[in-house]
């Protein structure tokens, strides 16, 4: 008899590995030779390390990183900080905010070790997907064919498996962002602070991630003069918006201390919450989750969160599905349970950026005598969810 896979997840990232990981049954389809760990950290807001300690491994996340204990946000145009909360003080409804900045390296390699060997199959692209019966049907860039009883596409912005489902390509925000570590030999010394500032065109922000280690990033809008700049030329772009804003020094300091030959613009795109609540985000026996389901900004520093939520709420009910035979009724229950969650998410990322960049007048006007508190308030509201157990 020929050999069917049970389930298979297609796409390297968080999401993909979160739920083999929540399931423990699944193939995980990687396209690459071994797991990518490119990219810098992760925000990982109380939301997320609900998902993780579901999963069983927010313990071993939570001792190699530092644990943020004040947010502020500065204005560019005074230097005056316009928000400072101390994020012990804070409870919401799922209990105490906790904020970590996690490296997307150790996280990703954190997750894969927890899985059973031989669970992931790298240098595995999907080139296409075919039906067969109740089957999909699995076509690798190699030639091979793997058969599947449920297909989960993890494999983000792009994802083939998205494409299949007839969901629309994500749209632009007409901005861009890079993101970078500064690296220290000992010690850095700085505050377990958040600190961020908006405004003037941009937006910018930095948050130790280790002793060692601190992640920053920086967002402007987009000109056509940007998409013919080398990285250096990014490199002195940053440093001239911050250094015409009463940004503190800390915050140049730190991007001039990294790596300036590798600061490589990023486009941000969004899919819109029209789409989330009404798009093919399962059918029958096929799921997406993560980018692939709801790329969004990083205003709300939500996109890793939320991805590990839906592993959690995945996991959950497929193993139910899968229990009674009803693998449908499990995927609509997750669609039913993360369309508007995902939707709102992605909607309040949007806003929050639109408004936290913006250089007119009148807004900036608003965002520091009004919605400076308010949009604070966005960031912790959003963290305060509670995906349940796997």
Known sequence: ????????????????????????????????PSIRTSGYAIGTWTNAWRALDALGIGNKIREQHILVERFKVFSPSSGAI??????????????????????????LQTLAQELP???IRYSSKVVLI???????????????????????????????????LGM?????????????????PTNHGFKPEFIQINGQGFRVGM????????????GWYSSENDKDESTTKTGELILRKLSNSKAPNEIIEVIQKSEMDQMVPSPLKYRTPFSLLFGNITKRNICVIGDAFHPMTPDLGQGGCVALEDSVILSRCLSEALHHGKIEEGLEKFAKIRRWRCAKVVLIAYIVGFIQQSGNWFMSFLREKVLAGIMAGALLMVSNYDCGEV
């Open 168 to 184: 629309k390509k994500p749209s632009s925000t007409g901005r861009l962002a890079v993101r970078g570590f500064a690296e220290y």
């Open 207 to 218: 948050s130790p991630s280790t002793e060692k280690s601190i992640y920053w990033y920086f």
């Open 82 to 107: 316009l928000r400072e909360a101390k994020l012990e003080e804070i409870e919401g409804k799922t209990g105490k905010i906790e904020i970590r900045c996690v490296r997307r390296e150790f996280l």
């Open 1 to 32: 008899m020929e050999h069917v896979e049970e389930i298979v997840i297609v796409g390297a990232g968080i999401a993909g590995l979160a739920t083999a990981l929540g399931l423990h049954r699944a193939w995980y389809l990687e396209s690459f």
């Open 130 to 164: 075919e039906e067969e019966g109740d089957l999909k049907l699995l076509h690798l860039a190699d030639g091979s064919v793997i058969k599947t009883k449920v297909l989960i596409g993890g494999d983000g912005i792009n994802s083939i498996v998205g494409k299949y």
């Open 117 to 119: 060997k031989d669970t």
